[in-house]
Every structure is written in C-alpha cells, then in structure tokens.
C-alpha cells in the first residue's frame, strides 16, 4: 500500500473544525468519492477532529490518499496529546457521554468507515484512524 | 531546404493506391462475411481510405517504424475513432484488428510486385510494413478494450436504474415497485434513487413495493429500514407493501424490528392508504 | 462574531441555515432562537437546513436542544430540506432527532407549523382560550 499524497491540519480551536471538513471534502471530491461516501467521510471528520479539539486539548489531522492493490481510498488521522480514554469501549458505545458527548462520535465514525483503528491510553494521548475506499 | 525522407513503401502505396484498396476490401469482405449487417459497404470504404490515406502520410514524412512517433498521430488518431466505431458497434475485438491485420496481404501484394527482383530490398520492406502494421493492429485492439470497458459500464448503470425506476402515483405520491433479487449494491444505488425522486417531485409519501423480491435477507432488510428512516428525516412518509407470507417469516426469524414502520400487503392497498393520508378518494364520475 | 438570522413570518420563527457552522455559532443560535420564541411569543420555529451539506452529532443535537426548548415555550419546531445524502448519513450514524418533526420543504414546514397551531387551540394575545 501506498499513500499518493498526504497533508496535515492542526486542530486547536473550533475554526479548525471546519477547516478540517472543509479540507477532506476538497481531497474526497478530488479522489472522486460519491455524494453519498463524500458526506459519511466528512462527517467522521467532523465528530473526530471535534474530539481532538474538545477532549484531546488540541492534535492535529492527517488527510492521506491510499492505493493498495488497485483501490484507491482516503485515511483520516487524528493525534492529540490529550488525557486520553480510560476505557475505549464504554467510549465507542453510543450514548456514553462525558458532559459535553463524546457520545456517538466514535461509534458514529467507525460506522461511517471502511476501517477504524483507535489507540489511546489514560496519559498519553489518543491516535484513531479511519479510511474509506472508492468504490 | 528541408530533406524529407519518404518511405518506399510510401511511394508504393501512392504508385498502386486504388488497386490496392480494391484488393484490400474483397480481403476484408470475405472475413467479415457475416457482419454485413453491421457495416454498411460506403463505410468501409470510407473507413479504409481514410487508413491508406493516412498511412501514406505518414510514411512520407518519416522512415521511421516507431508508430509512437509524432508522425504517425494523425493515423492513430484515425485508427482510433475507427476502433471506438467498431467497439460500439459490437464488433469483436479480432474483428477489429483484422482490419489492419488484412491490410498486410494486400500491401506485401504489391511489394513482391515492385521488389520482387530484389530479395534484399524485398525482405526489408515486408519487415518494416510487418513491424508498423503489428504496431497499428494491437494499437487498434488497445482502444477497443477501453472502450467496451466503458460502454459495459455506461450499459450496467442503465440497467441497474431500468430496473429500478421511481414511479410517481399520484402528486406527492411516489411507488417504488422492486423486481428481482437485490443484492446489498443494488439496494443502496436504489434507495438512493428513491431518497432523490422524494426531493425532486416534492413527494412526502412513497410506497416501496417488494412483491417482486424473491428473497429478502438481513442487509436488504436493514436498508430497507435504513431508507425509511432516512425519507422520514427528510420529512417524507414510507410504505411498504407486497410482503409475502415467506418474506414475512424471513423478516421475523431474522429478528428485524420493522417498528412503526408501516406495511400494506398490496401495492393496492398502499395506493389506498397514501390516497386516505392525503385526504384524497377516488369517485365515479 | 457573525450571527444567524431569524425572520419572523406571522407566528412562526425561521431560520436558514446556510453556512457551515462552527459550534460557537451553532450554540449562538440555540441561544438567539430560545430568546426571540419568547420576545416574539412565536408559536413555532421552522429550521431550513438544505443548504447543510453536513449534518452531525453536535448539530444534530443542536436541533434537539432546540426543539426541547421550543417545547417547553409552548413552541413546535419542524426540520425541513434535508438532503438525501445527509439523510443516509445521519441514519448510520444513528442519530434519530427524536422529537422533531420535519418537511419537505418551508411550505410543507409551514403547513405542518399552522395544523399544530390550530390543534393547540386559538388563543387571544393575553394567552387565553378563546370561547
């Protein structure tokens, strides 16, 4: 696997917020993903990159395209060196919020992708990662 | 003063141009003797003048046999658009490359006939018209191959919304009648399609008929669910009607939880109770 | 800051959504629209998102904050024009916005609006049940 081109975004405030969405749906458009699979990318982005800034103290994002084996898809990161998640299930399954909701975020982003990956420990910060292929 | 270099076999081609066209048209009557339907006379004519046309072309401005070469574009170009032909038309792609191939019978015809004293100059000349014909046949099945990639996709997207059309019943009022097997694809690109139609005629009722639908399994059901759930974000009601006694059990086995979602045995019956929603009955004049 | 703005149409609050909010705004707006329903005594909110090409958890929560609100006014909230992609998208992320109700489109929104007006009894401006 590949990664044809990569970039990164920090995500300190809210307005990184929707730079980040707005940055994903350019490289989704241009990776030429459907409406349907520009809008469930987008939105992942949106409940990730929110996480970083709300509950990570601040992190960054990582937009990479991938071509493995003749598919091409898109792999969103997100760092923060935040407190990170005591315990990642109770956090994946939805409804589970921690005052401002970190409810449905990570469950609705794992939904929302082909693949996701999370690890975080309590002090050293929180790493997930989704990708979403073309189809 | 420019030196340009013509090609011998060029001149060759100029010296016999309409014998040589006339030989190659009764080579390539006989191999497509079965497609007459497909290919009328005057374009084939067209079609192959147009090659030794070019062909000679080429050849007069450059001794090269690289068909890469910029010389030879304009003749790839040709050979292009005659391949796109071919492809839509439904020809094979051996068919295709005869054309090119068939020419070399009736060149090296007239090879032996201007060379044939000379073995040397003889054996070079079908060599290099060997290695630029080759060149220009597989190039020819090259382009046919992308285009039948793309007219089999463009021909599966038109069937795929053929078989699955929104049908409008009555003002905002929309029917979804499925037909066929649905596989988890399918399902998406048709609810999608119905998602679209409830925007565009402004329908906030629409009955999803499955009478059609041999076998509903979990992921089918679940977008189903799915796309009820979805109209109804939207601001739009659904019915789905058509459920077979065997569908039914299907559904309750699988454990899906229809919900409030309402169901209607017949599209009938759906149509009855969309009139009755808005307040609208059918009379006797 | 930019804030977002509300138009009142007879009894009713509308609000068009147009840009891609950052969630200060979004917050901005619960707050602005909770103030206004009662300055205004305004009997609904019709909240237009088809130009929002996203639609996620804050907003979504955003809209059920709202309603919440608008209830307990004595005010119904409906949703209109939503697009089907941001449909499709919200079901799997699970989000139901669970007690709006929503339109096609602001005409629907607004019929929908009256009927729930109408069904709440006419009242005269002190609040009272007209005889």
């Given at each position: 696997?590949?990664?044809?081109?990569?970039?990164?975004?920090?995500?300190?405030?809210?307005?990184?917020?929707?730079?980040?969405?707005?940055?994903?749906?350019?490289?989704?458009?241009?990776?030429?993903?459907?409406?349907?699979?520009?809008?469930?990318?987008?939105?992942?982005?949106?409940?990730?990159?929110?996480?970083?800034?709300?509950?990570?103290?601040?992190?960054?994002?990582?937009?990479?395209?991938?071509?493995?084996?003749?598919?091409?898809?898109?792999?969103?990161?997100?760092?923060?060196?935040?407190?990170?998640?005591?315990?990642?299930?109770?956090?994946?399954?939805?409804?589970?919020?921690?005052?401002?909701?970190?409810?449905?975020?990570?469950?609705?982003?794992?939904?929302?992708?082909?693949?996701?990956?999370?690890?975080?420990?309590?002090?050293?910060?929180?790493?997930?990662?989704?990708?979403?292929?073309?189809? | 003063?420019?030196?340009?270099?013509?090609?011998?076999?060029?001149?060759?081609?100029?010296?016999?141009?309409?014998?040589?066209?006339?030989?190659?048209?009764?080579?390539?009557?006989?191999?497509?003797?079965?497609?007459?339907?497909r290919i009328s006379e005057s374009q084939l004519r067209a079609n192959s003048q147009d090659f030794v046309m070019g062909l000679r072309e080429a050849m007069s401005v450059s001794d090269s046999v690289d068909t890469t070469q910029p010389a030879w574009a304009r003749l790839r170009e040709i050979l292009a658009e005659f391949s796109k032909q071919r492809a839509a038309l439904g020809f094979s792609p051996a068919e295709t490359a005869t054309f090119v191939f068939s020419f070399k019978q009736a060149l090296f015809g007239k090879l032996r006939q201007e060379y044939g004293g000379d073995p040397a100059k003889f054996?070079?000349?079908?060599?290099?018209?060997?290695?630029?014909?080759?060149?220009?046949?597989?190039?020819?099945?090259?382009?046919?191959?992308?285009?039948?990639?793309?007219?089999?996709?463009?021909?599966?997207?038109?069937?795929?919304?053929?078989?699955?059309?929104?049908?409008?019943?009555?003002?905002?009022?929309?029917?979804?009648?499925?037909?066929?097997?649905?596989?988890?694809?399918?399902?998406?690109?048709?609810?999608?399609?119905?998602?679209?139609?409830?925007?565009?005629?402004?329908?906030?009722?629409?009955?999803?008929?499955?009478?059609?639908?041999?076998?509903?399994?979990?992921?089918?059901?679940?977008?189903?669910?799915?796309?009820?759930?979805?109209?109804?974000?939207?601001?739009?009601?659904?019915?789905?009607?058509?459920?077979?006694?065997?569908?039914?059990?299907?559904?309750?086995?699988?454990?899906?939880?229809?919900?409030?979602?309402?169901?209607?045995?017949?599209?009938?019956?759906?149509?009855?109770?969309?009139?009755?929603?808005?307040?609208?009955?059918?009379?006797?004049? | 800051?930019?804030?977002?703005?509300?138009?009142?149409?007879?009894?009713?609050?509308?609000?068009?959504?147009?840009?891609?909010?950052?969630?200060?705004?979004?917050?901005?707006?619960?707050?602005?629209?909770?103030?206004?329903?009662?300055?205004?005594?305004?009997?609904?909110?019709?909240?237009?998102?088809?130009?929002?090409?996203?639609?996620?958890?804050?907003?979504?929560?955003?809209?059920?904050?709202?309603?919440?609100?608008?209830?307990?006014?004595?005010?119904?909230?409906?949703?209109?024009?939503?697009?089907?992609?941001?449909?499709?998208?919200?079901?799997?992320?699970?989000?139901?916005?669970?007690?709006?109700?929503?339109?096609?489109?602001?005409?629907?929104?607004?019929?929908?609006?009256?009927?729930?007006?109408?069904?709440?009894?006419?009242?005269?401006?002190?609040?009272?049940?007209?005889?």
């Amino acid at each position: 696997m590949t990664v044809e081109k990569q970039s990164e975004l920090p995500l300190r405030a809210q307005e990184d917020v929707v730079a980040a969405r707005q940055f994903v749906r350019s490289w989704a458009v241009e990776l030429g993903l459907n409406l349907v699979d520009q809008t469930k990318i987008i939105t992942a982005a949106s409940e990730l990159a929110r996480n970083a800034v709300i509950h990570g103290g601040g992190g960054l994002i990582r937009i990479e395209i991938l071509l493995d084996t003749g598919k091409r898809g898109m792999r969103l990161t997100f760092e923060d060196q935040g407190p990170g998640i005591v315990d990642i299930e109770r956090a994946m399954s939805d409804g589970y919020t921690t005052g401002n909701g970190l409810g449905l975020g990570l469950g609705g982003a794992k939904r929302l992708s082909h693949e996701f990956s999370i690890e975080s420990k309590p002090g050293a910060g929180t790493r997930i990662s989704i990708i979403r292929w073309k189809s | 003063m420019m030196v340009v270099s013509t090609h011998p076999i060029s001149e060759v081609i100029q010296r016999h141009e309409n014998e040589l066209l006339a030989d190659w048209l009764r080579l390539q009557n006989q191999n497509l003797a079965s497609r007459r339907d497909r290919i009328s006379e005057s374009q084939l004519r067209a079609n192959s003048q147009d090659f030794v046309m070019g062909l000679r072309e080429a050849m007069s401005v450059s001794d090269s046999v690289d068909t890469t070469q910029p010389a030879w574009a304009r003749l790839r170009e040709i050979l292009a658009e005659f391949s796109k032909q071919r492809a839509a038309l439904g020809f094979s792609p051996a068919e295709t490359a005869t054309f090119v191939f068939s020419f070399k019978q009736a060149l090296f015809g007239k090879l032996r006939q201007e060379y044939g004293g000379d073995p040397a100059k003889f054996a070079e000349l079908t060599w290099a018209a060997t290695e630029i014909l080759d060149q220009l046949g597989l190039f020819t099945v090259q382009v046919y191959t992308k285009t039948r990639e793309s007219v089999i996709l463009r021909q599966q997207q038109e069937l795929l919304e053929l078989s699955t059309p929104v049908v409008e019943l009555w003002t905002g009022i929309l029917a979804l009648p499925l037909i066929g097997t649905l596989d988890s694809n399918r399902t998406q690109v048709v609810m999608q399609n119905l998602l679209e139609a409830i925007v565009a005629k402004e329908a906030d009722l629409a009955i999803i008929d499955i009478t059609g639908v041999p076998t509903v399994d979990t992921l089918v059901a679940q977008h189903l669910l799915k796309t009820v759930a979805a109209a109804r974000l939207m601001g739009a009601d659904c019915i789905i009607s058509g459920i077979r006694p065997q569908i039914a059990q299907t559904i309750i086995h699988l454990g899906v939880d229809l919900g409030a979602v309402i169901t209607k045995a017949t599209l009938a019956d759906a149509f009855r109770l969309a009139l009755k929603k808005k307040n609208l009955s059918i009379g006797t004049r | 800051m930019d804030r977002i703005p509300l138009l009142k149409i007879g009894d009713f609050l509308l609000v068009t959504v147009q840009v891609d909010m950052h969630d200060r705004l979004a917050v901005a707006l619960q707050d602005d629209l909770t103030e206004r329903i009662v300055t205004s005594r305004a009997r609904g909110v019709l909240i237009d998102i088809s130009a929002l090409d996203i639609v996620d958890s804050f907003i979504g929560r955003m809209l059920g904050n709202i309603a919440a609100m608008a209830r307990i006014l004595d005010a119904e909230t409906v949703v209109v024009g939503m697009q089907p992609s941001v449909a499709i998208t919200l079901v799997e992320l699970g989000l139901s916005l669970p007690g709006i109700r929503t339109a096609l489109n602001i005409d629907r929104g607004m019929d929908l609006l009256r009927a729930a007006a109408g069904e709440m009894g006419a009242t005269d401006s002190d609040g009272r049940e007209a005889v």
